[in-house]
């Protein structure tokens, strides 16, 4: 969040460019006191620190006009030119110099009327390859229909695209029918046995579960935080275009980033671990398939004592096609059953890579 503070309002300086008496005050010297000639608005610049010459209650109400006629700057409230007696132009507003800004504590680069020209140049510069740009646009925007074979690449490209991906799609998908005969059977059932251990584990000590014990604590690093570490200040100066500039002090909170510690606990908590797995295996449709048979350690609930785990069943029918190649699919118990040895069956395989579809089966 920026906070603004207002630091008061002084006078632009002028210099004459007739009698050359130099630093007039662009509110107050509306003409030279020298020679009597009217000030000319785009001379205007910026006075050092030391030169400033402060507004009291000063009522801005906006930029000067800028006469068609003589060029002097007059008062917006002013219906005809002070200098000439022109009427006033609505468009014509004087040209104000850019904000400029210094570091808190800092003085600000010194300005002058070579300066002002500087930025006025700079400005019309702008002003006109503005305008070339838009004319260019316009003119490229009229003679686009006549310039047609410039797209006419790209759609070459595009549709060159289109194909190949068609291709790709084709040859993932595409699936042709071959017979299989069906080689043998075979089956995997698996149990995991879990251990009663004791674990050590580490958490914040907030979060350390109850049944913890053996409990050592740490204070360690848990993240950082942003801490406000006072602020960066610059002072703006703002051309008002009326003969006066405002000066507004601009500060930005800064920032530093802070360790945050907080407690970490490490302890020992007794867990049910997996510990190993058992496994009963087959290879044919003659033998039933079985659990392995646990022979578990006592059963009660203390350090060392064993549980049965999850089961886990895995049924593969083994298929050998025309050419030799042999593959697996898994299928539940009750369609593993289904196959018989010998057995031979119509099925889909991949276009591209052979692979047996265990789905279409
Ligand atoms: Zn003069
Ligand atoms: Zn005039």
């Given at each position: 969040m920026t906070r603004r503070r207002d630091l008061g309002t002084y006078q632009m300086l002028w210099d004459c460019?007739?009698?050359?008496?130099?630093?007039?005050?662009?509110l107050d010297h509306r003409?030279?006191?020298?020679?009597?000639s009217p000030q000319d608005p785009e001379r205007r610049y910026f006075p050092s620190d030391e030169e400033k010459v402060a507004v009291e209650d000063h009522q801005f109400v906006g930029a000067d006009w800028q006469c068609a006629a003589c060029e002097s700057p007059n008062a917006t409230?002013?219906?005809?030119?002070?200098?000439?007696?022109a009427g006033k132009d609505e468009e014509a507003s004087v040209m104000q110099r850019a904000e400029r800004s210094a570091a808190a504590g800092e003085a600000f680069a010194e300005d002058s009327v070579d300066q002002a020209k500087e930025e006025v140049r700079a400005h019309r510069r702008a002003e006109r390859e503005a305008r070339q740009a838009e004319y260019e646009a316009r003119r490229a925007a009229a003679g686009g229909k006549a310039v047609k074979g410039k797209g006419g690449g790209k759609s070459k490209v595009l549709l060159i695209l289109g194909v190949v991906v068609i291709a790709i799609l084709f040859l993932m998908f595409w699936k042709k029918s071959a017979t299989v005969t069906v080689d043998g059977h075979s089956w995997t059932r698996a149990i995991n046995v879990e251990q009663f251990q004791s674990v050590q584990a580490s958490e914040w000590c907030d979060a350390?579960?109850?049944?913890?014990?053996?409990v050592t604590q740490r204070r360690e690093r848990s993240g950082t935080r942003r801490v406000q570490d006072g602020e960066t200040c610059r002072t703006v100066q703002q051309d008002q275009g009326d003969g006066t500039f405002k000066e507004v002090e601009e500060c930005q909170p800064r920032y530093r980033e802070e360790a945050v510690y907080d407690q970490k606990c490490y302890f020992n908590v007794d867990r049910w671990v997996e510990a190993r797995t058992e496994t009963a295996s087959g290879a044919s449709l003659a033998e039933t398939p079985q659990w392995p048979a646990l022979r578990l350690q006592?059963?009660?609930?203390?350090?060392?004592a064993e549980r049965e785990g999850e089961r886990s069943e895995r049924y593969v029918v083994t298929f050998r096609t025309d050419g030799g190649e042999t593959h697996d699919c898994a299928f539940s118990e009750a369609k593993w059953r289904s196959f018989s040895v010998g057995q031979t069956l119509e099925v889909k395989v991949g276009g591209v890579t052979g692979n047996l579809r265990c789905g279409s089966l």
């Amino acid at each position: 969040m920026t906070r603004r503070r207002d630091l008061g309002t002084y006078q632009m300086l002028w210099d004459c460019a007739y009698c050359d008496t130099k630093k007039l005050l662009a509110l107050d010297h509306r003409h030279c006191p020298g020679c009597g000639s009217p000030q000319d608005p785009e001379r205007r610049y910026f006075p050092s620190d030391e030169e400033k010459v402060a507004v009291e209650d000063h009522q801005f109400v906006g930029a000067d006009w800028q006469c068609a006629a003589c060029e002097s700057p007059n008062a917006t409230g002013a219906e005809f030119c002070v200098n000439c007696g022109a009427g006033k132009d609505e468009e014509a507003s004087v040209m104000q110099r850019a904000e400029r800004s210094a570091a808190a504590g800092e003085a600000f680069a010194e300005d002058s009327v070579d300066q002002a020209k500087e930025e006025v140049r700079a400005h019309r510069r702008a002003e006109r390859e503005a305008r070339q740009a838009e004319y260019e646009a316009r003119r490229a925007a009229a003679g686009g229909k006549a310039v047609k074979g410039k797209g006419g690449g790209k759609s070459k490209v595009l549709l060159i695209l289109g194909v190949v991906v068609i291709a790709i799609l084709f040859l993932m998908f595409w699936k042709k029918s071959a017979t299989v005969t069906v080689d043998g059977h075979s089956w995997t059932r698996a149990i995991n046995v879990e251990q009663f251990q004791s674990v050590q584990a580490s958490e914040w000590c907030d979060a350390m579960p109850s049944d913890a014990y053996r409990v050592t604590q740490r204070r360690e690093r848990s993240g950082t935080r942003r801490v406000q570490d006072g602020e960066t200040c610059r002072t703006v100066q703002q051309d008002q275009g009326d003969g006066t500039f405002k000066e507004v002090e601009e500060c930005q909170p800064r920032y530093r980033e802070e360790a945050v510690y907080d407690q970490k606990c490490y302890f020992n908590v007794d867990r049910w671990v997996e510990a190993r797995t058992e496994t009963a295996s087959g290879a044919s449709l003659a033998e039933t398939p079985q659990w392995p048979a646990l022979r578990l350690q006592q059963t009660s609930r203390r350090l060392g004592a064993e549980r049965e785990g999850e089961r886990s069943e895995r049924y593969v029918v083994t298929f050998r096609t025309d050419g030799g190649e042999t593959h697996d699919c898994a299928f539940s118990e009750a369609k593993w059953r289904s196959f018989s040895v010998g057995q031979t069956l119509e099925v889909k395989v991949g276009g591209v890579t052979g692979n047996l579809r265990c789905g279409s089966l």
